[in-house]
């Protein structure tokens, strides 16, 4: 449920209702919400990334201020380990 749109107004008050604003968050889905919002208030030059963090902490080619890697190659592959693990399990 969202806040009164009086809340919001203030919530979102400082921000410059001329200036291009990109909102993001993990994957784009609740930045989604804050877009929505935005829009409703006024808001004309509102985008939403969205495939936010996840594409862009994926792609090594852009820059970042700390860098860590996430292996997601190793990570699948530990989930598949599991799945037959857990099917063979469920076997007996």
Known sequence: MLKPMDELSKLYGKLDKRKEIIVYC????????????????????????????????SDLSLP???????????VIKTIKELEKKIQELEKH
Do not use: P
Not at 46 to 53: C, E, H, I, K, T
Not at 64 to 74: E, G
């Open 26 to 57: 993990q994957t784009g889905t609740r930045a989604a919400n804050t877009y929505f919002i935005l829009k409703a208030l006024g808001f004309s030059k509102v985008r939403n990334y969205d495939a936010s963090w996840i594409e862009w902490g």
């Open 64 to 74: 970042v201020d700390d860098v860590s890697y996430f292996n997601f190659v190793a």
